[in-house]
């Protein structure tokens, strides 16, 4: 697959780490996350709703998502962690393709969702990548999952192939 990305870049995000405030008044904080937070994010992911999972990831049991967490917590990845009061709310990650541009990974817990929490991980996330020199991040998303696209969008992700049942989107960070 070849993607097409954005000619410009989308501009400046905020890097970790740092604290926001949640709609619900709860803190979060934003930083990036190594295998320190590893038991943090398995229980978040056994916590995950089904109806959240998407395109089989997360993985659903504990000894699956311990395998995937091996293969995004590594050093070729780039990951930021939202946590409240210690527990892990979302994770956002990139992972390289063989084209030397990087998948876009985000998770909110059903209990964060529409509260904020997405567009500050996603835009620390990009920040994290803008700091590690990331150039391209894209991401596909079911045509259906009207909330990510709008997060999305939101946060400069520009459409660039829309003909099957999942969307796929692209944004250009320098």
Same mark, same amino acid.
């Given at each position: 697959?070849?993607?097409?990305?954005?000619?410009?870049?989308?501009?400046?995000? !905020?890097?970790?780490?740092?604290?926001?405030? =949640?709609?619900?008044?709860?803190? $979060?904080?934003?930083? %990036?996350?190594?295998?320190? #937070?590893?038991?943090?994010? %398995?229980?978040?992911?056994? =916590?995950?709703? !089904?109806?959240?999972?998407?395109?089989? &990831?997360?993985?659903?049991?504990?000894?699956?998502?311990?395998?995937?967490? #091996?293969? $995004?917590? *590594? =050093?070729?990845?780039?990951?930021? %962690? @939202?946590?409240?009061?210690?527990?892990?709310?979302?994770?956002?990650?990139? %992972?390289?393709?063989?084209?030397? =541009?990087?998948?876009?990974? $985000?998770?909110?817990?059903? @209990?964060?969702?529409?509260?904020? $929490?997405?567009?500050?991980?996603?835009?620390?996330?990009?920040? /994290?990548? /803008? +700091?590690?020199?990331?150039?391209?991040?894209?991401?596909?998303?079911?045509?259906?999952?009207?909330?990510? &696209? @709008?997060?999305?969008?939101?946060?400069?992700?520009?459409?660039?192939?829309?003909? *099957?049942?999942?969307?796929?989107? *692209? &944004?250009?960070? +320098?």
């Amino acid at each position: 697959m070849t993607t097409e990305f954005p000619d410009e870049p989308a501009g400046e995000f !905020p890097a970790p780490p740092r604290t926001v405030t =949640d709609r619900e008044g709860r803190e $979060i904080e934003l930083r %990036v996350a190594g295998e320190a #937070d590893r038991e943090r994010l %398995v229980e978040m992911y056994l =916590d995950f709703d !089904p109806a959240d999972r998407a395109q089989g &990831i997360p993985p659903v049991k504990e000894h699956a998502i311990e395998r995937w967490l #091996d293969t $995004i917590l *590594s =050093d070729e990845c780039v990951n930021v %962690v @939202a946590l409240h009061d210690g527990v892990a709310a979302g994770h956002a990650t990139f %992972v390289p393709d063989e084209e030397g =541009d990087y998948e876009l990974a $985000i998770f909110v817990l059903q @209990a964060f969702q529409g509260t904020g $929490i997405g567009t500050a991980l996603l835009e620390t996330l990009l920040g /994290q990548g /803008q +700091a590690e020199g990331i150039e391209k991040v894209w991401l596909t998303v079911e045509r259906w999952n009207d909330p990510a &696209i @709008a997060l999305y969008r939101k946060t400069g992700f520009e459409t660039q192939n829309a003909e *099957s049942f999942e969307i796929e989107m *692209s &944004i250009r960070l +320098a």
